[in-house]
């Protein structure tokens, strides 16, 4: 059953890393974002600091997703009454295969992978 998705306003400030604003019905949602993160203290990444995080060093990018749980189906009733209307929203952000959707979703699959690291000077090198 397809239905209207009326919304009156809608305000965001930032979409960015395979996220998306849907309004209406999806049949298929599978954003994916993945990211590596480094952080360091001090002024410059030399080449060596590059080289040595790639993906392709760390295991947690390729590493099988857990499975999903077992399929679970619930006894659903359903009493779709009318249009999907919506007064205001207000987003500040959203990111890394994040959705903001106004309406149905018949199959989602998101992932998001974000590997952060942070390299700090040692007190002695201060």
Known sequence: MMRNSVVKTINTNILEFS?????????????????LAIQQEGAYFT?????????????????????HLADFRPNITRHNKGDIKVGHINVIGATASSTIHIGSIKHGDVVSRVKHIRHLLDTDEE
């Open 19 to 35: 996220s998306s604003l849907r309004i209406g019905d999806t049949k298929y949602l599978t954003p994916l974002s993945i990211a």
């Open 47 to 67: 080449r060596e600091v590059q080289r040595r995080h790639t993906f392709m060093n760390y295991d947690f990018f390729t590493d099988p997703l857990p499975e």
